[in-house]
């Protein structure tokens, strides 16, 4: 599968919106089927100097789509300017070919060498294994469980608190 990794631009919104609302994202996400394409255009504009956000872009017969986002955001105060987190999904028809790890291995590139970061952090559903696996591999450790920590589909979910150390 070729594709190409680039900073995020406004007219992504609309493909955006349109992942975080599919089935088989929406779930592991922060995603709810109601979501307006306006509020990413919104969350786009409202990126600061302090946050990294890289989509995936696919070209099929011509046209081109994204296909995935990963964000890094790093944290504003001044003791915990050294920290960041970081959000990921794939459109459900290209998962498993190597897209994800693509987009996370650009942004701890931005993080390690050019941020210099100390500690990246993420939260995962507890067993959404396919993220576990792809942090795990990438040097991410679960710090801990978060018990009720998100409402999804009908119920209050466990997950679990990650962070990857660059000492
Ligand atoms: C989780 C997600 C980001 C992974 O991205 P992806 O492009 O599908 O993953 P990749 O193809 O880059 O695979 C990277 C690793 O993920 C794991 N993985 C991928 N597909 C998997 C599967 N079907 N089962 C188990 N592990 C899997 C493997 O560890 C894989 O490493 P490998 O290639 O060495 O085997 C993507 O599936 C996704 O967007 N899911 C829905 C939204 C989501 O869960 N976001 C994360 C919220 S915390």
Redesign the pocket.
Known sequence: MDFIIRPVKIEDAVFINE?RRQD??R???MGITSERVTRSEGFITGLTDNDHMLVAEVEEEGVKRVV?V?TLSVNRSNRVRHSASM??????E???????????TSLIDIADNWLMLVRIE????TD??????????LGFEIEGTRKYAIIRNGKYDD?YLMARYNI
């Not at 959000?87 to 459900?92: D, E």
């Not at 959404?128 to 591999?137: C, G, Q, R, T, V």
């Open positions: 992942i088989g994202v779930e592991n996400i995935g990963a959000g990921i999904m794939i459109k459900k290209y998962h498993s070919m190597g897209i994800g790890r693509a987009l996370m993420l939260g995962v559903f959404n294994e396919k993220a576990i696996n792809l942090y795990k591999s997950d």
